[in-house]
């Protein structure tokens, strides 16, 4: 297992993070994964043994049962760990039981403490973008809970580009703890991340966890054009999140006969492309039993060479969008004064 710095941050964690939104499976989650105490205990000592160090959770996740789970798997090993949580969804009935206000942060903060069984989060990030709380708001409660000692850095999740520029500068403007990461939708068939927000993290020097690298089970190698799994999968009661899927079965057409070269798994592939890319910090597996995890920690080990990581790219690539395209343009007779 390899480690990397998480943003500008002198905080080390692997390079895979193991995702417990599979823990617990109840109500709209129950699609995603059931797994429950005796299993989970499994797949956390096989992560913790494979070197990983990073584990993320969400209190939203089948309602605080993943991070009962998850707190209970990592027992007296929650000292030699790096572990996130987040905050933003609907926890309760109440109309405040939900959102980014202050005291929807400062409550669920004690009860995420309470069920992961510990007395700090190393990284508190917030879910998404709560329409209704100011950022201010957010962010001073967010700074008070570092400066308390009850979270150590905090991040992001799902945030467009201009919401975590502006979520920067305030943090900036008042003194206060800034986003270190940011938690986001990536795969070698969702790259839409690269057109604004994958240069911001780059110039702001913040880390990428990047959540559901298989596009949601799409890229585990189960799925061809014309030939469905016929067995129960995530896709088919949840089909999320979304993609084109007429460009991803040629993606994957790409991937698997990569994947026979190296004789390794289509997932194992689509995985290690990730891990390629330079923006990337840690990618998030979220697995159902030890066969998946122990083939997704295989990934680490897949080095391409430079004609398949090409052959990837462009069968994978975005379509040119303005501005993207102009900026590019614009920069052609200023490239060779920068070297």
Known sequence: MKYRKLGDTGLLVSELCFGAMTFGGSGMWTPIGTTQQEEADKLVGISLDAGINFFDTANVYSTGISEQILGKSLGNKRKDIILATKVR??????????????????????????????????????????????????????DDLVRSGKVRYIGCSNLSAWQLMKS?????????NKFKSLQAYYSIA???????????????????????????????????????????????????????????????????????????????IALAWLLHQKSVTSIIIGVKNET?????????????????????????????EYPGWMVDYMQKDRVNLNE
């Open 89 to 142: 969804g609907k926890m309760g009935e109440g109309v405040n039981q939900i959102g980014l206000s202050r005291v929807h942060i400062m409550q669920q903060v004690e009860e995420s403490l309470k069920r992961l069984g510990t007395d700090y989060i190393d990284l508190y990030q917030i879910h998404g973008f709560d329409i209704l709380t100011p950022l201010e708001e957010t962010l001073r409660a967010l």
């Open 292 to 320: 998946q995890l122990r083939d997704n920690l295989q990934s680490t080990d897949i080095q391409f060479t430079g004609d398949e990581l090409t052959k990837l790219d462009d069968v994978s690539k975005l379509a040119p």
């Open 190 to 268: 969702g790259r839409d991340l690269e057109r604004e927000i994958v240069p911001l993290l780059n110039d702001q020097n913040l880390g990428l966890m990047v959540w559901s690298p298989l596009a949601g089970g799409f890229l585990s190698g189960k799925y061809r054009k014309d030939q469905l799994p016929e067995e129960e999968s995530r896709r088919k009661e949840f089909d999320f999140p979304p993609i084109n899927k007429e460009k991803a079965f040629e993606i994957i057409d790409a991937m698997d006969e990569i994947s026979k070269a190296h004789n390794v798994s289509i997932a194992q």
């Open 168 to 176: 920067l500068w305030i943090s900036d403007k008042n003194g206060f």
